[in-house]
């Protein structure tokens, strides 16, 4: 049972063009999402997150947005450079008492093109 | 954010055998976890590991064949034990130093024989 879902198991852009990577949830009870950057070979670099209780965060080309109602987030990066060619998760935590658990997408490969 | 560090990086080891992982963090925390990602999946909790108390398992990871160990507040290991081949896998260790950040150390690449 995949609790939080990205359905797009890789994206391609054209550097300078926004990259949106979409992720999909089943729990209401989430409380934050987190999203994380991976290059091969290194540990999740920790990007952004969002309570629950917000619709939108931003920190510089990163902007997350949250839509309850439909259960889902999504993550912009504008303008997309080459360096952000990764591999993407989204994460949830999953409520007071579950300090520390995340529960990852499956993640979702960016190509940023030159 | 926190500085974590893994020892080995990554190794091959052999059916049957073990093999402990070490985290360090450049600071202290209440709090470490185990994560462990197998190869196409994505990043599963194994367990969360408090200074001065047992580790905390999740469903379908055991103590005897993950044992950890959380002798202070800046350090961790975790052992796998009696691996197979479906042991391989990345596994990572990480802080929460707020409710809701978690920093990543760089993982450890383990391939079982």
């Known amino acids: 049972d995949q609790q939080v879902k990205q359905n797009s198991p890789s994206l391609s852009v054209q550097e300078g063009r926004i990259s949106i990577l979409n992720c999909d949830y089943t729990n209401s009870m989430f409380d934050y999402f987190l999203w994380y950057k991976k290059y091969p070979a290194e540990g999740p670099t920790f990007l952004i997150s969002?309570?629950?209780?917000?619709d939108k965060n931003e920190d510089g080309r990163f902007t997350v947005f949250l839509n309850k109602s439909a259960k889902h987030l999504s993550l912009h990066i504008v303008p997309s450079q080459p360096g952000d060619s990764a591999v993407y998760f989204c994460a949830a935590i999953p409520g007071s008492g579950n300090t520390g658990k995340l529960i990852f997408g499956q993640g979702t490969t960016l190509q940023v093109k030159p | 954010s926190a500085v974590i560090s893994q020892k080995p990086s990554r190794d091959i080891c052999q059916r049957g055998t073990s093999l402990t992982i070490q985290c360090q963090v450049d600071s202290q925390v209440t709090m470490m976890f185990w994560y462990r990602q197998q190869p196409g999946q994505s990043l599963t909790l194994i367990a969360t590991a408090n200074q001065g108390s047992e580790a905390t398992y999740e469903s379908g990871f055991v103590i005897d064949k993950f044992p950890i160990s959380r002798p202070n507040l800046t350090f961790s290991t975790l052992t796998v034990s009696n691996m197979s081949p479906e042991d391989s896998s990345i596994y990572l260790c990480s802080v929460a130093p707020s409710y809701n950040e978690q920093f990543f150390g760089p993982g450890t690449r383990l391939t079982v024989l």
């Open positions: 969002i309570s629950s209780i917000k």
